[in-house]
Every structure is written in C-alpha cells, then in structure tokens.
T-cell receptor
Framework: KQEVTQIPAALSVPEGENLVLNCSFTDSAIYNLQWFRQDPGKGLTSLLLIQSSQREQTSGRLNASLDKSSGRSTLYIAASQPGDSATYLCAVTSGAGSYQLTFGKGTKLSVIP | SQTIHQWPATLVQPVGSPLSLECTVEGTSNPNLYWYRQAAGRGLQLLFYSVGIGQISSEVPQNLSASRPQDRQFILSSKKLLLSDSGFYLC????????????FGPGTRLTVT
C-alpha cells in the first residue's frame, strides 16, 4: 500500500528566504506526482504535476523535483512571500491505470513579514 | 476555462439525518469525477470516483454513496449521518484518462452534531 510522508509538518521562515518542502513515498512505481496548495478552509490548488519520466517541473518561483528511484520529491520555493503561507500537499498516482491520488498530510508553511 | 462548483459551502446536520452534497463542473465534457474527504489530522482520502454517467467506484466502505445523474454532476449522499462523517468534502475532476492531473473544488465543510 502506497504511503506518502511530508516532513516537516510545519515550517516558519522569514520573508525572502528560499525554502524546500519534502515529500517521500514508499512505492517507487508511481505514474505521476502532484503538488497542491491549500489555504485555510479552502479547496486545493494544483501547483505542479511531474510525470514519472520527468525529473523536474518549474512554474514561476516554484520548482519541483522527482527522484522516483529513491521515492522522493522536493518543492523549492524561491524568495518566499507572506502570500505563500498555506499548507502544501504532495500526492502520487500509483500506476498508469489508477485513478487514486494518495496524499501526504501536508506541510504548513508560514512566511513571516 | 473549466470551473468546478460545490454546494453547500458549509453544513451542520444532526446524527441520523440524510445528506446530499452536489458538485458540478463547467467547461469540459466527459470528465472523471472524484469525491474526497479531509478529516481533522488526517490526509485526504478518496471516497468515490466516476468515469461516466452512472459509473461509480467506491474506494472505502462506509455509509456514504455517490451518484452521477448527468455528465458533469456528481452527488454525495447518506441516508443516516454518523458523527464520524464530519469533515471537509472535496470534489475534483480530471480529463478522461487515468493518472491525469486533478483539479479541486472549493469544498463543503460538514459538521455532524
């Protein structure tokens, strides 16, 4: 059974810092990995999708990397801003025929002005 | 562009009462549709998914059910709510292939009292 872990559970950084959020998964036979952002009481916003054949994806100040063999992904946020404060969730799809996303519990990020 | 709606946004219901949550998607045809639940302190859990009208797959045994009466409408129901049904319910859609990027709605906060 696939399990996704995100460490740390919470992170507080001063504005302007670069930071890395970590995600690990137990079964490396994934189809893709998706990073989401969730603001308090809101739905999820898709940030980046990395296919299993890719090593990284970039969108603006965000860069996500994938090391499938070691079961790890990182989300790098450059020049953090208070508006980046949210919970960041990592999720994997296991297998090409799967419809199920397996989620981690998230990392709650606070960017202090 | 595609838009996903959920209602109601919040709901407080007594134990034993029925439930009906609705999700609709605009701007796309033949989407895959999903219901997730996010309970306090736990990750998101896939409850149901649908690849077409009348086609429902259940991932977790429970007292909830789902229906898809129209192509872009997905309904989550219960005949008798339990306290353990409290949580944040999220609907999502993806294009009609497995392993595709999923897009989430704003969610419904359900409190069972």
């Amino acid at each position: 059974k696939q399990e996704v872990t995100q460490i740390p559970a919470a992170l507080s950084v001063p504005e302007g810092e670069n930071l890395v959020l970590n995600c690990s998964f137990t079964d490396s036979a994934i189809y893709n990995l998706q990073w989401f952002r969730q603001d308090p009481g809101k739905g999820l916003t898709s940030l980046l999708l990395i296919q299993s054949s890719q090593r990284e994806q970039t969108s603006g100040r965000l860069n996500a990397s994938l090391d499938k063999s070691s079961g790890r992904s990182t989300l790098y946020i450059a020049a953090s801003q208070p508006g980046d404060s949210a919970t960041y969730l990592c999720a994997v799809t296991s297998g090409a025929g799967s419809y199920q996303l397996t989620f981690g519990k998230g990392t709650k990020l606070s960017v202090i002005p | 562009s595609q838009t996903i709606h959920q209602w109601p946004a919040t709901l407080v219901q007594p134990v034993g009462s029925p439930l009906s949550l609705e999700c609709t998607v605009e701007g796309t045809s033949n989407p895959n549709l999903y219901w997730y639940r996010q309970a306090a302190g736990r990750g998101l859990q896939l409850l149901f998914y649908s690849v077409g009208i009348g086609q429902i797959s259940s991932e977790v045994p429970q007292n909830l059910s789902a229906s898809r009466p129209q192509d872009r409408q997905f309904i989550l129901s219960s005949k008798k709510l339990l306290l353990s049904d409290s949580g944040f319910y999220l609907c999502a859609w993806s294009v009609l292939t497995s392993g595709s990027e999923q897009y989430f709605g704003p969610g419904t906060r359900l409190t069972v009292t």
